[in-house]
């Protein structure tokens, strides 16, 4: 006669992934969650406005004037007789595309030279930080001149002079990361399985490096977009007719006594966009940090 004996058993608790994880610590974040919502509106409303309304950017009516906000002009109207919405949505546009690409150049080439300068080390590691040292010695405001005295005074400048300069501190945070990487176990059986160098960093040092990527991309944007505004501030950003929030914040600057709204809703919509934009990186900044995974 034999018995039966009863084990229980507990049901197992499904593994999650570190990136749903994150996912799920940001989704609790309020601030973060509301930071990229308000984002998100903005970004909308800045492509899909300019398609919806009537108006463009550059129609003028002298006789009209400077009038504030009313039914027909919802934010009122420049010296020029220029709707201001119009303006302000298309200088969104403006705004927003130096920020995203300038960030992408400088993540491009950050990440590359970081990556490589920890990952070889030694001489070469030296050198090339060295050479990071002496860029970041020159002034940003000369040398944007200077670019803009050789090559004139085009749009595509902004993307090169603003990620010439933004790629160094994310070379600086590639390299950090990649250097305590590079002790770790797993790159060290990488390397006795045979894999290349180039290998190794694609598949194996960037990814786990991508979440202190993801990081400072989110705070990189705005402080890009700070720039593009302090350049149009300066006037060597974009030119008239084309708008951006740093333009119409100059000239809402020049006729702030008469005008006031022309400096109102612009910095009100630049301000707008840097806190969402800072929310949303101080929440991804949270979630992605390995040590509150067990949180």
């Known amino acids: 006669m034999s018995l039966a004996v009863e084990i229980p058993t507990e049901p197992l608790e499904r593994g999650t992934s570190l990136w749903w994880d994150a996912w799920h610590r940001l989704a609790k974040n309020r601030l973060a969650v509301g930071g990229g919502l308000l984002l998100l509106l903005l970004a909308l409303a800045s492509f899909l406005g300019p398609l919806i309304l009537s108006q463009s950017y550059a129609t003028q009516d002298l006789q009209l004037g400077a009038i504030g906000p009313r039914a027909q002009h919802w934010f009122g109207t420049d010296t020029l007789g220029r709707d201001l919405l119009v303006r302000v949505l298309y200088g969104g546009q403006i705004s927003m595309a130096v920020g995203l690409c300038a960030t992408a150049v400088a ?13 070889i080390g030694g001489r070469v590691d030296a050198v090339m930080m060295r050479i990071v040292d002496i860029i970041f010695a020159l002034p940003f405001t000369v040398f944007v001149i200077l670019l ?20 160094l501190t994310m070379a600086r945070i590639v390299r950090g990361q990649v250097k305590s990487l590079r002790r770790m176990e797993f790159i060290e059986a990488a390397e006795a399985l045979g894999l290349r160098k180039a290998q190794i960093i694609v598949r194996h040092l960037i990814p786990n490096a991508l979440g ?65 934009l800072n929310f949303l990186g101080d929440g991804l900044r949270d979630a992605l940090d390995p040590r509150a995974s067990k949180d």
């Open 212 to 276: 202190s990527i993801i990081v400072y991309a989110t705070l990189t944007v705005p402080s890009v977009m700070l720039l593009e505004a302090f350049l149009s501030f300066l006037g060597l950003g974009v030119q008239p007719p084309m708008s951006s929030w740093g333009v119409l914040i100059n000239e809402g600057a020049a006729n702030m006594e008469e005008a006031p709204w022309l400096l109102i809703f612009p910095g009100l919509a630049l301000a707008l966009t840097l806190f969402s």
């Open 107 to 119: 993540l491009t080439i950050g990440v590359i030279y970081g990556t490589t300068a920890g990952f």
């Open 148 to 167: 803009m005295v050789f090559f004139g005074r085009r749009f595509v400048l902004l993307f090169a002079a603003i990620g010439a300069v933004q790629w």
